[in-house]
């Protein structure tokens, strides 16, 4: 089944009950049995739902995995990842990462006794350097955010696997549209559902898909356990995004080229951030395992300051100010001082996030309007 069948029908059934086409919102917190521990496949809304297992089942799919655990949030469903390591455990990850995970990594688990390292994933010997006894998962963000570099996932998989230490892709800017890390050898992809799956800025969700099924019964044990579950309205919102994800992505796409090309020849930009260039490193990469080069882009200013930047920040009026991405509406964002401000501003500078730094989410608006509004704001 390709692709774009699957996003409209892998996991979705009709309502046995009434027929309905599209996966009702089941509302309830708890299921009648026939007896003591007799029922019909559920028990309890926190442990299952039929809302939420459509979605899982059908993020399964559209990853190629085996099965799929659905969380409240995208940060949640790290949350249950990391809580399948031990204290003494530790992490490779790269230096190139979005704030919330850095924060959490470093701020939640780093006291629960599990050690993060961050280097360039691209340099094979670094990685092979850090591994010993005690390494047990290499967390891989590609693109990254917000520098948008490209790390080789087949590459960083099989390094792990001469040493049995699991991957995990977090695949939120690509999407199962753009790249499918299971494909490519990784254990787990996670993902921040609420950015380009559900895809409207309604919902806030996360998942972690796996081609393992040992791995899957730990994180359903884990979402049981713990309780992060996303609500059946937020499920059915996401379900209903993730049919148009091809339409969507591939406009926001197409629009991201435009713009990315744009913001290269002006002569107030410094630099522009985007894998689609052809100088840009890794690009050869890219072209290799993604589809398309993806709707985020980067740049900084010739006037490298934070007062540079807001200026072109408060006067875009198409592209809204706010954190987050994925949606059909464009966004435009300070990683410094919004998404990656629990990062060490010397550990920012060292990647190139610098204070003129700006992230743009490139919606599905017609890209004349969106270069439009660029070009007055650089004004």
Not at 88 to 99: A, C, F, K, P, W
Not at 157 to 186: H, M, R, W
Not at 265 to 280: A, E, L, M, Q, S
Not at 350 to 367: K, P, Q
Request: charged share 20%; hydrophobic share 40%.
């Amino acid at each position: 089944m390709k692709f774009e069948t699957k996003v409209i029908h892998a996991g979705i059934h009709p309502d046995p009950a009434t027929g309905a086409i599209m996966t009702p919102i089941y509302q309830t917190s708890t299921y009648v049995q026939d007896a003591p521990g007799k029922h019909k496949g559920y028990e309890y809304a926190r442990t299952q739902n039929p809302t939420r297992k459509a979605l899982e089942d059908n993020l399964a799919a559209l990853e190629n995995g085996v099965d799929a655990v659905c969380f409240s949030s995208g940060l949640a469903a790290m949350d249950a990842v990391f809580k399948l390591l031990k204290p003494g455990d530790e992490v490779i990850s790269t230096y190139e990462l979005y704030g919330g995970s850095y924060r959490q990594m470093v701020q939640v688990f780093g006291p629960f006794g599990i050690k993060s390292h961050f280097i360039d994933l691209n340099d094979r010997n670094a990685i092979k350097d850090l591994i010993n006894e005690r390494t047990k998962l290499i967390w891989i963000e590609t693109p990254t955010n917000p520098m948008l570099s490209i790390l080789d996932i087949r590459q960083i998989c099989n390094i792990a696997k001469k040493s049995n230490i699991l991957t995990c892709v977090d695949n939120t800017f690509a999407t199962p549209y753009l790249q499918k890390p299971l494909d490519l050898g990784a254990d787990l992809v996670v993902h921040s559902a609420t950015k380009y799956l559900a895809g409207h800025s309604d919902v806030i969700l996360g998942a972690v898909v796996t081609s393992d099924k040992e791995l899957a019964e730990r994180l359903h044990f884990i979402q049981n356990a713990t309780g992060a579950v996303p609500g059946p309205q937020d499920c059915f919102l996401t379900l209903r995004g993730i049919k148009t994800l091809h339409l969507r992505v591939q406009r926001a796409c197409d629009n991201a080229v435009e713009i990315a090309a744009f913001l290269k020849k002006n002569r107030k930009v410094d630099k522009v951030f985007y894998p689609g260039f052809n100088d840009f490193p890794n690009h050869e990469v890219a072209k290799k395992q993604m589809a398309h080069f993806g709707a985020m882009v980067s740049f900084n200013l010739k006037s490298d300051t934070k007062r540079s930047a807001n200026k072109v920040l408060n006067k875009t009026e198409i592209f809204s100010l706010a954190e987050s991405l994925g949606g059909v509406e464009s966004l435009i964002g300070h990683p410094a001082s919004m998404t990656h401000a629990s990062i060490p501003k010397k550990e920012r500078l060292s990647i190139g996030l610098t204070d003129s730094l700006i992230r743009l989410s490139v919606g599905i608006e017609h890209a004349d309007d969106l270069i439009a509004d660029l070009r007055q704001a650089l004004k």
